[in-house]
């Protein structure tokens, strides 16, 4: 009989799955694994073993597996992307609150982000959960809302001027990565639940179709410190082997750079999405 166990890992965001091995799961482990996914964005599975093609193999059940335009890829293994900080780096991978891939017309599903190195203390991830963040909005607010769209892109991150362009991490990204903009409902109808999920964020979101940037400024700087209140978040402290996996529609994520001198290295798969229609007026 299975052992999985469910566990609150704050009362707005994230839970724990104990009790599980990610190599053999049953059918029915995997369709509670896909429930809790859905239901609280987050998943955490602590001292999973896992060898890159076992990480590859429990991806593949989620779905296709889209290799990033611009993070380093495991040698042999072009499906994992190396999320990596050496104790000379200044500049971490995903050190902005975003969420994956919104940048693309059908962003990703999600991530499934496993520790390899973790440093002594610090490198935390911080998630966000963007259906707790909606139902904490003024039906005012949410009215108004319901009516925009928005428009994402990469490339002030990883084109050229952009952001990494200016760090050390830029010799550690791939060249050459196609860029991409999109333009997504700022309010979505998650594509399995059928909640609604606020969806812009820091990281990718520019402004909203027919505003100018300093107007959409405004709205979406409040909105961003909105969905980072700590009764909508919640952290995790990695250990070596430990897995997260997250819902890229219905939550944020942040990789606290706190552990300059020290190295981590965390091997990330992606799974593809779908493009991603407004929620109901
Ligand atoms: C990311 O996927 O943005 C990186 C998350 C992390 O390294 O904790």
């Not at 495991?74 to 190396?82: D, K, P, Q, S």
Request: net charge negative; glycine share 10%; aromatic share 8%.
């Amino acid at each position: 009989m299975s052992e999985l166990r469910i566990r609150a890992v704050s009362p707005g965001c994230g839970v724990e799955v104990q009790g599980i091995d990610l190599r053999r799961l049953t059918n029915s482990d995997f369709a509670t694994l896909r429930d809790a996914f859905h239901r609280h964005g987050v998943l955490f599975v602590r001292g999973q073993d896992l060898e890159p093609d076992d990480h590859i193999a429990f991806a593949r059940r989620w779905g296709e597996i889209v290799i990033n335009e611009h993070f380093p890829e495991m040698v042999g293994r072009r499906e994992i992307a190396v999320v990596a900080k050496e104790p000379e780096q200044k500049t971490n991978i995903g050190g902005g609150w975003h969420a994956d891939h919104s940048y693309d017309p059908e962003p990703a599903l999600g991530s499934i982000l496993l520790a390899r190195e973790v440093p002594e203390s610090g490198g935390d991830t911080l998630f966000a959960n963007m259906v707790a963040a909606w139902n904490g909005l003024s039906e005012g607010l949410k009215a108004t809302l319901l009516t925009l769209r928005a428009h994402h892109s990469s490339r002030h991150l990883y084109g050229p001027g952009g952001l990494y362009e200016k760090t050390d991490l830029k010799a550690r990204l791939k060249e050459g990565g196609s860029l991409s903009d999109a333009l997504h409902p700022v309010a979505i109808r998650h594509p399995v639940t059928g909640e609604t999920a606020l969806y812009v964020n820091p990281g990718h979101t520019l402004r909203f179709d027919g505003w100018g940037r300093p107007e959409s400024k405004v709205l979406l700087d409040w909105l961003f410190q909105h969905a980072t209140q700590p009764r909508y978040t919640c952290r995790w402290t990695w250990r070596a082997g430990d897995v997260a996996l997250w819902d890229n529609r219905s939550t944020w994520h942040l990789a606290v750079n706190d552990y300059d001198g020290q190295r981590r290295v965390m091997h990330r798969i992606t799974i593809a999405g779908e493009a991603l229609g407004a929620a109901a007026a």
